[in-house]
């Protein structure tokens, strides 16, 4: 039997019901599998105390700005650091899910970073190239795998993972003004998100290359498609309107940038940054050190860029490399957050992964007990994790 036909959903579910119930059935599994960790974890835990004690670090920084908006200058409480480095759609989003229900902040953020996670799986689908095996590895890595203890919670990182991958499904399709409007609301999420309007950009070069055009008329033959243009002037308009707020707000459209002095981030060689971290060995024994981790997944990251390279996926190699690239400038902190987030990452990822049953099977299973013992490191404070 070729691999075309076992890949073949069965027969007796249909496809729409089939690609809900696979990250839907997965979710549950992903939560029972945090809660045991969280059970065997915090002591007194409990169901009503789950959401809140999975919400660690930023998490905290975002359910306050949901709660009470952004802060004023000087800050109230005079400490050093404002919540402006965070930006606004995602805390937005999640306070009308608050407003809309009653439920607790967390609880809200939760349960609507739950569906987004859902809602990726399901968007993915065409970008997996509709394999079944790496649908269903796409979605375990979502919701029940290591890297869920962030995009089941409050943190940005599954909104701009959503957002991401509605981009890039709009440009499968060739319809560039709907990834231009997904842009900006991507631009809105996160810094870095601002820089896909670079994948736009190859994208609408290679739809005119493949129309027969060349450099030389590239220029003039865009300026002919109104749609085109306006994706790329529209894709960087979320993060302009945040810098307009903050410019009227406190007067510093820039505070997002300025702000990060307060954590004392560091300004350097990403290449020097890596090697460090990657030659930070440990004193004892032979498990690797946080910052060896952080290393190890920054070199993963290059390295399935280089894949997505090899295979011409060009927009979202791009894009990978210099999400990946720029906040090294700023050091190794939340290195590994930044990249597992990355949509073209765990996309390549588990395409690979599903490439055999044997090795898509142990990748399933590993999925998932990763999902048990680093959701013990994230309530433990492992250090990579942060």
Same mark, same amino acid.
């Given at each position: 039997?070729?691999?075309?036909?076992?890949?073949?959903?069965?027969?007796?579910?249909?496809?729409?019901?089939?690609?809900?119930?696979?990250?839907?059935?997965?979710?549950?599994?992903?939560?029972?599998?945090?809660?045991?960790?969280?059970?065997? =974890?915090?002591?007194?835990?409990?169901?009503?105390?789950?959401?809140?004690?999975?919400?660690?670090?930023?998490?905290?920084?975002?359910?306050?700005?949901?709660?009470?908006?952004?802060?004023?200058?000087?800050?109230?409480? &005079?400490?050093?650091?404002?919540?402006?480095?965070?930006?606004?759609?995602?805390?937005?989003?999640?306070?009308?899910?608050?407003?809309?229900?009653?439920?607790?902040?967390?609880?809200?953020? =939760?349960?609507?970073?739950?569906?987004?996670?859902?809602?990726?799986?399901?968007?993915?689908?065409?970008?997996?190239?509709?394999?079944?095996?790496?649908?269903?590895?796409?979605?375990?890595?979502?919701?029940?795998?290591?890297?869920?203890?962030?995009?089941?919670?409050?943190?940005?990182?599954?909104?701009?993972?959503?957002?991401?991958?509605?981009?890039?499904?709009?440009?499968?399709?060739?319809?560039?003004?709907?990834?231009?409007?997904?842009?900006?609301?991507?631009?809105?999420?996160?810094?870095?998100?601002?820089?896909?309007?670079?994948?736009?950009?190859?994208?609408?070069?290679?739809?005119?290359?493949?129309?027969?055009?060349?450099?030389?008329?590239?220029?003039?033959?865009?300026?002919?498609?109104?749609?085109?243009?306006?994706?790329?002037?529209?894709?960087?308009?979320?993060?302009?309107?945040?810098?307009?707020?903050?410019?009227?707000? /406190?007067?510093?459209?820039?505070?997002?940038?300025?702000?990060?002095?307060?954590?004392?981030?560091?300004?350097?060689?990403?290449?020097?940054?890596?090697?460090?971290?990657? =030659?930070?060995?440990?004193?004892?024994?032979?498990?690797?050190?946080?910052?060896?981790?952080?290393?190890?997944?920054?070199?993963?990251?290059?390295?399935?860029?280089?894949?997505?390279?090899?295979?011409?996926?060009?927009?979202?190699?791009?894009?990978?490399? /210099?999400?990946?690239?720029?906040?090294?400038?700023?050091?190794?902190?939340?290195?590994?957050?930044?990249?597992?987030?990355?949509?073209? &990452?765990?996309? &390549?990822?588990?395409?690979?992964?599903?490439?055999?049953?044997?090795?898509?099977?142990?990748?399933?299973?590993?999925?998932?007990?990763?999902?048990?013992?680093?959701? /013990?490191?994230?309530?433990?404070?492992?250090?990579?994790?942060?």
């Amino acid at each position: 039997m070729s691999d075309a036909v076992a890949l073949r959903p069965p027969r007796t579910l249909p496809l729409g019901v089939l690609l809900l119930a696979i990250p839907l059935l997965l979710a549950i599994a992903g939560l029972v599998i945090r809660y045991l960790a969280f059970a065997a =974890t915090v002591p007194d835990a409990s169901i009503a105390s789950f959401a809140q004690g999975m919400c660690r670090w930023d998490c905290a920084w975002y359910v306050k700005l949901s709660q009470t908006g952004y802060d004023p200058f000087p800050v109230p409480t &005079m400490i050093n650091a404002g919540n402006w480095a965070f930006f606004p759609l995602y805390p937005i989003l999640v306070a009308i899910v608050r407003t809309l229900t009653g439920l607790e902040t967390i609880v809200a953020a =939760t349960g609507l970073s739950i569906l987004l996670c859902i809602a990726s799986a399901r968007v993915a689908w065409p970008l997996l190239g509709r394999d079944l095996r790496a649908y269903t590895l796409f979605s375990a890595f979502l919701v029940a795998g290591p890297f869920s203890i962030w995009l089941t919670t409050f943190y940005t990182e599954v909104l701009f993972l959503f957002l991401t991958l509605c981009v890039f499904a709009a440009l499968q399709n060739k319809h560039f003004l709907l990834a231009g409007l997904f842009a900006a609301l991507l631009s809105a999420t996160r810094i870095v998100g601002v820089f896909i309007v670079f994948a736009i950009l190859i994208e609408i070069w290679q739809a005119h290359r493949a129309n027969g055009g060349n450099w030389r008329n590239f220029v003039p033959a865009v300026l002919q498609r109104p749609d085109r243009l306006l994706a790329l002037f529209i894709a960087p308009l979320g993060l302009f309107a945040y810098m307009a707020y903050l410019h009227f707000h /406190i007067g510093d459209a820039l505070a997002f940038s300025h702000v990060q002095r307060a954590w004392s981030r560091p300004t350097g060689n990403p290449v020097v940054f890596v090697w460090n971290a990657l =030659t930070s060995f440990p004193r004892e024994g032979w498990a690797p050190t946080p910052s060896q981790q952080l290393a190890v997944a920054v070199l993963v990251g290059y390295a399935l860029s280089i894949v997505l390279l090899v295979k011409r996926r060009y927009g979202m190699a791009v894009y990978a490399l /210099i999400c990946l690239t720029l906040p090294l400038f700023a050091g190794m902190a939340s290195v590994l957050r930044f990249t597992a987030a990355l949509a073209p &990452m765990p996309l &390549m990822l588990t395409e690979l992964l599903a490439s055999r049953r044997w090795l898509f099977a142990l990748a399933l299973l590993g999925l998932l007990l990763a999902g048990y013992f680093t959701t /013990i490191g994230w309530l433990t404070g492992y250090l990579s994790l942060v």
